[in-house]
């Protein structure tokens, strides 16, 4: 994408930032995972990631706060989500450094034990910078129980009616709905669509008749009917794990 084709000046600003700071900027390294081998149960899975690999992570430096989260739909094609803050995106090249094989995980030979992560599941990785960071009208302290996540791409020229959407009407009538805690908004680093992810904190999984009233402006109408490429999920709260000192209001995104 290029910046000078933004239509909207405030919305250019924003992304233009957000894009040119890649080196110092604080973003999020998305994990998308299925397990895939046929001897490594979910019980397994999670026994690993929920303990040695999340704990590696932490210990690399690269991150200093993991959350993870179980995908409400069973057909999805990935299941579980882990999101690790990156308080400085170009730290994420030592990710080859964080250990990959573990004792709880099959070998590539049917009956062994020692294998590599990488040979077992099915892996989408995602590298964004963050672009903002909305408490709504009412701060609420805590964690909330789900996440919606909505990846998007949209036609060239239109991502700065995107970013003033957000900025100026939608996050502000997100907010309204019960149980809304929080929504933080990234640009992928690579610049591939979908391009943009915004994730929204919620108390429960299953959202109230406002959101018809939210996404149903004309303003969002508009906007939404310029998005190429879109996937939303629901997510389930599994765990979470932080640098030791993190206030609460430093274990958020």
């Known amino acids: 994408m290029r910046t000078s084709t933004l239509v909207s000046l405030a919305g250019a600003i924003s992304l233009t930032l957000a894009l040119a700071q890649t080196q110092t900027a604080s973003g999020l390294l998305m994990v998308l995972s299925k397990p895939v081998h046929p001897d490594l149960t979910d019980a397994t899975f999670n026994q690993w990631y929920s303990g040695p690999h999340i704990h590696d992570m932490l210990a690399s430096n690269i991150t200093d706060l993991i959350l993870r989260y179980k995908n409400t739909n069973p ?40 294998g590599a992560y990488t040979d077992v599941l099915d892996l989408d990785k995602r590298v964004y910078t963050r672009t903002q960071t909305f408490e709504g009208q009412v701060e609420v302290k805590g964690r909330g129980k789900a996440l919606v996540t909505a990846s998007m791409g949209v036609v060239n020229g239109t991502e700065g009616e995107l970013d003033d959407w957000y900025r100026r009407q939608h996050l502000d009538m997100l907010s309204m709905i019960k149980g809304y805690h929080r929504s933080t908004r990234y640009v992928k680093l690579d610049g591939s669509s979908p391009m943009f992810l915004a994730m929204h904190e919620l108390d429960s999984v299953t959202v109230g008749p406002e959101m018809k009233l939210v996404l149903g402006t004309e303003w969002a109408k508009k906007v939404l009917s310029k998005v190429m490429t879109s996937q939303n999920d629901v997510w389930e709260y599994i765990i979470e794990l932080g640098k030791d000192g993190l206030s609460e209001a430093q274990m958020r995104f």
Request: net charge positive; proline share 10%.
């Open 75 to 114: 057909a999805a094609k990935y299941p579980y989500l882990a999101l690790y803050r990156l308080p400085d995106t170009s730290k994420i090249s030592e990710l080859g450094k964080v250990p990959t094989t573990s004792d709880l995980l099959p070998g590539k030979v049917k009956g062994t034990k020692g």
